[in-house]
């Protein structure tokens, strides 16, 4: 007697479903298994509405069909993001180039790992600040480097969206955090007028708008600091020579070679270790040596300036620790926590190789 062929019960087909082409959405998953769209929302964000049964039957048919809710606008509907933006001057491609800015970002990240938060980059949209700002699925900004009466703060403030300025001017209607700018320089300038430099440079950090002859924010600080130290010895910052430059090692190379084509400096004073570090390759490049001929001290002390060839002079700021406050302080705006007044944050000489007695 031949065998008999399994009945179709006792093999049942695994089931699929057919979805038009284009990601699934969430009527896909409710006309496949039978169910409201509701009870898709409800399986996802309000599992209790609904039976296990019904909740294991919905799950499963996303999974099949490839469904993932859409996280980001649930957030939106609902009015939060869980995430942090970080309102930059410069494009991703320069700000990248610029330690300082992985050091601040570690201090913000060290904040938003801690509470649940993500952090999100937002450089200039079509080299406008101004047009990035409705595009950034964020519940507030961490603003860097900009003027308090550009347009950036006010469509800020008008938008109702908490932010915190970090290296501007201070603004009444927001928390700000700043180094102690002036300072800092002060003691830079006056240590390389006790060595004895008269023939000062500065790598200023730059440049400005050629509808802005004037400085503001931390360059204003700083300059003002170099101001009081040359004012100790009866000189001005007119007797000094200023080269204002974009914040690159590059550009910090190039101002070098220019300085050093009329009467050299005997000391260079960068207002970053970036530019610093650009100084001193090109006086090396030119068989200058650093720092028996010509001193170069820096901004910043980032990690590199310890071990640089020659070990960096220069002036700490705590910039993780800046990242970190600015961070705090933001987190706390969002939640509608009391406002934290305005945070200065001090500065330290770091005396280091690279400068020394002129020649």
């Known amino acids: 007697m031949p065998p008999r062929k399994p009945s179709s019960a006792s093999k049942a087909p695994a089931r699929t479903f057919k979805t038009k082409p284009g990601k699934p959405t969430s009527t896909d998953v409710a006309a496949a298994a039978g169910v409201s769209r509701s009870a898709v ?83 200039p949209l079509q ?27 006010a469509e800020l403030d008008r938008r109702g969206i908490p932010f915190v ?49 004037g400085h503001r924010g931390p360059l204003a600080r700083r300059l003002a600091g170099i101001t009081d130290a040359l004012a100790e010895v009866g000189l001005t910052l007119d007797d ?40 001193v390759d090109a006086l090396q490049d030119l068989g200058v040596a650093v720092p028996d001929e010509v001193s170069v001290t820096g901004f910043d002390d980032l990690a590199e300036s310890a071990w640089f060839r020659p070990r960096l002079t220069t002036v700490r700021q705590p910039i993780v620790t800046k990242g970190r406050i600015a961070a705090d302080f933001l987190i706390s705006a969002i939640r509608g926590e009391d406002q934290h007044p305005h945070q200065m944050l001090g500065t330290s000489l770091i005396v280091r190789d690279s400068a020394t007695n002129p020649a």
């Not at 909740?55 to 939106?76: C, F, H, Q, S, W």
């Not at 080299?127 to 703060?153: H, M």
């Not at 955090?177 to 002060?186: I, K």
Request: negative net charge; glycine residues 10%; aromatic residues 6%.
């Open 240 to 279: 000094v020579r200023v080269a204002e430059v974009p914040v690159t090692r590059a550009d910090g190379y190039k101002a070098t070679r220019e300085l050093m084509s009329g009467e050299p400096p005997s000391a260079i004073l960068a207002l970053s270790d970036v530019l610093a570090y650009g100084a």
């Open 41 to 123: 929302s409800f399986a996802f964000n309000n599992p209790q509405r609904i039976s296990t049964a019904t909740r294991e039957r919905i799950l499963a048919v996303a999974e099949e069909l490839g469904y993932t809710p859409n996280t980001l606008g649930r957030m939106l509907q609902a009015g939060t993001t869980n995430s942090i933006g970080v309102l930059l001057p410069q494009g991703l491609a320069q700000i990248l180039e610029n330690p300082y800015y992985s050091r601040f970002l570690m201090g913000a990240g060290q904040v938003c790992d801690r509470e649940g938060y993500t952090l999100l980059l937002t450089p």
């Open 165 to 213: 300025l970090i290296d501007s001017d201070r603004h009444e209607g927001a928390p700000h955090v700043e180094v102690d700018d002036r300072g800092g320089a002060r003691d830079v300038a006056r240590y390389l007028l006790e060595l004895g430099h008269r023939r000062l440079a500065v790598l200023s950090i730059g440049p400005r708008p050629a509808a802005d002859p």
């Open 127 to 153: 080299d406008s600040v101004l047009k990035a700002i409705p595009y950034a699925a964020v519940d507030g900004f961490i603003v860097c480097g900009l003027e308090i009466d550009r347009g950036e703060v």
